[in-house]
């Protein structure tokens, strides 16, 4: 099992990420069979998140089932909170809101008050929500509390997420400077921990509050480095959209919103 995880491990760091989800499943299968709990939640967490990746977005759901449906096995309310929090963010991508509402208040009641490492990502994905619902102080005040969560605990990856979610809502005030300022720190973070895809959305937003300034070659200039990092990252998709938004400058200058994360 631990053979299969570092193999899993080494795969996804490659970027080879159907090799991953062989090897999380090979895990998965071997915890199984000596009802290791720990084993099984990690692995299943694990397969879930690269099937994400890989726009899978029904596999990953069915990756987390055996967290419920193996009723026999006591799993620990940090895993179970782990899988209802990637129960909220595949259905926020698909925009099944009131799902994605469900299964992130279902992760906060599982975190308690007790100190939970996922309050950070557990505050990002709200703030996410509340913007979704037009409720870009709500979003803010709860990047906000994921930000000051995210430092307490050491989380720098959820930080960024964080900052990167205050930067969508400034640009969605108009506020390009607040915004320019949290996507830099943000890409700090996320170029420091080798995280392509963030990378990629911190440029993206860059490049929007760019255009939100009226600087066109500096927006220009982040779409194309946006571009850069999703092909070598083989995101066929991200480099598309990167691509489209700097052809779009040579036609008009608009602010577009950024993706969420």
Same mark, same amino acid.
């Given at each position: 099992m631990v053979e299969a995880n570092r193999r899993a491990d080494a795969y996804l760091r490659s970027g080879n990420l159907e090799g991953?989800?062989?090897y999380y499943r090979e895990a998965i299968r071997l915890a199984q069979s000596v009802e290791a709990a720990e084993g099984i939640a990690a692995n299943a967490i694990n397969l879930s998140i690269v099937y994400q990746r890989l726009g899978k977005l029904d596999d990953a759901r069915a990756s987390l089932a055996p967290l419920y449906e193996q009723s026999r096995l006591s799993f620990s309310a940090d895993r179970l909170a782990q899988?209802?929090?990637?129960?909220?963010?595949?259905?926020?991508?698909?925009?099944?809101?009131?799902?994605s509402n469900e299964w992130v208040d279902r992760a906060a009641s599982l975190c308690g008050q007790r100190g939970c490492a996922l309050a950070g990502a557990i505050h990002n994905v709200k703030g996410q929500l509340a913007l979704e619902a037009g409720r870009p102080d709500l979003a803010a005040a709860s990047a906000k509390a994921a /930000?000051? =969560?995210?430092?307490?605990?050491g989380d720098r990856a959820e930080a960024a997420n964080a900052l990167r979610l205050l930067g969508v809502t400034a640009i969605r005030a108009g506020d390009a400077g607040p915004a320019t300022g949290y996507l830099e720190e943000a890409l700090a973070i996320d170029r420091d921990l080798a995280a392509p895809r963030k990378i990629y959305l911190d440029l993206i937003g860059l490049g929007r509050a760019s255009v939100l300034r009226g600087d066109r070659g500096a927006a220009r200039s982040f779409y194309e480095r946006a571009r850069v990092v999703s092909e070598a990252d083989r995101d066929a998709k991200g480099a598309a959209e990167a691509r489209a938004l700097s052809e779009a400058l040579g036609d008009? /200058?608009? =602010?577009?919103?950024?993706?969420l994360p």
């Open positions: 991953a989800a062989r899988a209802a929090l990637r129960h909220s963010v595949l259905d926020l991508e698909e925009r099944r809101l009131a799902s /930000l000051n =969560a995210s430092r307490a605990s008009k /200058l608009q =602010a577009r919103q950024p993706a």
